[in-house]
């Protein structure tokens, strides 16, 4: 896994975009997806080019449409506070800016 000044790099686009945690309304489901891309992982720790899945065609399998209003852009600290206790992260690492 790549990380950048805190930062997850996605694996699949080669640094284009940066992974966001997100929470799929209507299924309860956290997941953390490429903005660039779109692809997801259900855990940080997956995090990889081998098992990702698709966030569109995913939320349309689970009769959703595939657009903004249906998921809410978490806080990064979500991802910065995983990296910690995976020990990717130094314990003081404050969220990036
Ligand atoms: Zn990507």
Redesign the pocket.
Same mark, same amino acid.
């Given at each position: 896994m790549r990380i950048d000044n805190g930062v997850i790099i %996605?694996p699949? !686009?080669n640094g284009?975009?940066n992974i966001e945690p997100i929470l799929i309304n209507k299924l309860k489901l956290k997941c953390y997806v %490429?903005i660039? !891309?779109n692809?997801a992982w259900n855990k940080v720790e997956d995090i990889s080019e081998k098992n990702f899945f698709e966030l569109d065609s995913f939320m349309k399998e689970k009769g959703l449409r595939p657009i903004p209003a249906e998921v809410t852009i978490l806080d990064y600290s979500e991802i910065t506070k995983q990296l910690i206790e995976l020990k990717l992260l130094p314990e003081e690492s404050p969220p990036p800016t």
């Open positions: %996605c699949l !686009c284009e975009g %490429c660039e !891309c692809s």
